[in-house]
């Protein structure tokens, strides 16, 4: 007997949740999304997103699927996704392959005060993702680069390191609201010269320096391939609510390239995600 089409032939009409964070802080991998891994026979490139809640996070990822709803948005001050959610789809670029994308819960909620959860949400994007896009609102700024060093393992330069990197994910920071002009001491520079210039180190181990110093070496470390996006608002404040109603062209026509850009980064060069020895994952072997 012929199988059936398996369920990626059946694209899953909406995200499901991967990882249940509940009120108790306690993670928990959610039985139906590994039934639904387990599915999956075709290599898998997983692109998960974190960050700063509320700034924007689960609105790209649906650009990701090309679809205007699918993530749940929120629109008030309180953190809206919680744990990891998972949506499963053909990939654009490539046939035979998935495209998994992960939408995680809002780094810093204030409400929620609990940063080694965080560093968990956070630790788990990282490992399962062959690309990982980081967010931050208006600048790439210091707050965001701390809490991206957490899981880089505390500048842990140990020999293992070198071999843990080759399993670490793809960097992209995207930088949303964006509204300055790409400059430095009078010289325009590119997107991904701004990321670079942030990362810079400064000469010396002074112990002053250290603080500053350590989450820089950690994220150059453990990111080798690095990529910077930004995007300006996509529309005026008002219409901002109803991000999830507007047709294309109600957004800003710069924030629709940007987007478009994005995206065909993304779909383009998102590896499939491998493990130790180079084994390539399918969803069943993402969720053993
Ligand atoms: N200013 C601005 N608002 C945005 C942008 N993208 C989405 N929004 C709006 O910001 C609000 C929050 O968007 P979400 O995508 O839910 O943000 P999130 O980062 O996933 O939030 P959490 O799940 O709480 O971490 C919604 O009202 C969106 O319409 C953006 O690029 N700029
Ligand atoms: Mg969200």
Not at 110 to 129: Q, R
Not at 130 to 139: A, E, W
Not at 246 to 267: K, P, R
Request: charge should be negative.
């Amino acid at each position: 007997m012929a199988p059936g089409p398996s369920a990626m032939e059946i694209p899953m009409p909406a995200p499901i949740c991967l990882i249940e964070n509940s009120p108790a802080g306690e993670l928990q991998v959610q039985q139906e999304a590994l039934r639904v891994l387990a599915e999956i026979s075709h290599p898998v490139v997983v692109v998960a997103i974190a960050g700063l809640y509320r700034t924007g996070k689960s609105y790209l990822m649906n650009r990701l699927a090309s679809k205007r709803t699918g993530f749940s948005l929120g629109s008030t001050i309180q953190s809206h996704t919680k744990g990891i959610w998972m949506w499963c789809l053909p990939h654009p670029r490539r046939a035979g392959h998935t495209l998994v994308l992960l939408d995680t819960e809002g780094l810093g909620d204030v409400e929620k005060g609990n940063t080694k959860n965080d560093t968990w949400i956070f630790a788990l994007a990282v490992l399962l993702s062959s690309t990982l896009v980081y967010n931050s609102m208006g600048t790439i700024n210091q707050q965001a680069m701390d809490q991206l060093q957490y899981p880089a393992l505390r500048g842990d330069e140990g020999e293992d390191s070198a071999e843990f990197v080759q399993f670490f994910p793809a960097f992209m920071w995207a930088v949303r609201d964006f509204m300055l002009d790409l400059q430095l001491d009078g010289r325009k520079i590119t997107e991904d010269e701004y990321l670079e210039n942030a990362l810079k180190l400064k000469p010396g181990s002074s112990k002053q320096d250290q603080p500053y110093n350590l989450p820089r070496k950690c994220i150059r470390q453990f990111f080798p391939a690095r990529k910077c996006f930004i995007f300006v608002q996509p529309a005026s404040r008002k219409r901002l609510r109803r991000l999830e109603e507007l047709q294309e062209d109600e957004l800003d026509s710069e924030f629709q390239e940007q987007v478009a850009q994005f995206c065909h980064h993304v779909w383009e060069i998102s590896k499939t995600k491998t493990l130790l020895g180079g084994h390539v994952v399918t969803g069943a072997s993402e969720c053993r």
